[in-house]
């Protein structure tokens, strides 16, 4: 794909076309040679849209809710994108698309944009491209995106470094909201739901949480997270949290403490940008070195150790011109 392509596809992205936009996405996803080209011609325009995390149990509703959600929106006038990340094929490594299976209704309409995206073996409950998905949502025109991640867990806290607003999903009767708590995933929600709400103990969670929040929140905040109850199979309670969610969104614009956290986020993505860089440079050096059948015997024979060899490769790579960086002689 030549360079006046590549601009082409983006051109036609920014435009709103849905097959570029998706093809932006698999590029990215793919860490393909573009995507430096691609998150740079995009970035200018995107800080736009209202980019909500949906995390919580297995179980807990989250695609149903994200569902009803996309449907509340949509009727507001509101363009919708949803990134889905579902867990990996052992076989493929791609995703396996429950979420875009759950969500076919709206496969139709020209303002809904739904990606399900594998983990790819990653931590955090979300996919190494899941950020630069939104981002290119967000620059090509959509208002509000939502990521749902895989599950809940004490790694889950991730999802708040690429959403303005985190939605937590808790079920009553499932046995984990004391873990949740002791976790510390209960830290990072900005808005609380306890979704089937019409199931057994739903009172009983929703004091629990609110006791949390009495001995976390200060009574001075500026933000208290609410806690709604939904039952989202039939609806109920979805269009309060929808207008929970437009007021977490006025809050982070009009607020210091919602300009803190966009500074915490562009902090975090210019450290995982060096990051997943210095990886690329790491590994390929590392396949040069271990192509040597030389250095593997040697690792075998306990001539050498790995860890002296990742030193050295480091050095090497850091410290070229330093004395020290030379290799052991055999």
Known sequence: MGGEVMEALIARALGGDVRAIAKLISLVENESSYTDTIMKAIYPRSGRAHVVGVTGSPGAGKSTLVDKLVLTL???GLKVGVVAVDPSSPFTGG???????RMQRHSTDPNVFIRSMGTRGSLGGIARATFEAALILDACGYDVVFIETVGVGQSE????????????????????????MKAGIMEIADIFVVNKADRE?????????EMVLDMSIPKEAAWRPPVHKTVAETGEGVAELAESLKAHRNFIKS?????DRAYRRLEWEVEEILRREI?????????????DPAVLEDLYARRRDPYTLAGEILCEIFNSNSENCGRDKR
Do not use: F, H, W, Y
Not at 167 to 172: A, M, S
């Open 74 to 76: 949509r009727d507001k």
């Open 95 to 101: 995703a396996i698309l429950g979420d875009r299976l």
């Open 157 to 180: 806290v991730d999802i708040v470094r690429v959403s303005d607003t985190v939605c937590l999903v808790l079920v009553p009767g499932m046995g984990d909201s004391i873990q949740l």
């Open 201 to 209: 103990g739903v009172n009983r969670l929703v004091t629990e949480v």
């Open 255 to 259: 607020s210091s403490s919602g300009r």
């Open 279 to 291: 990886a690329k440079v790491v590994e390929d050096r590392l396949r040069e070195v271990l192509s």
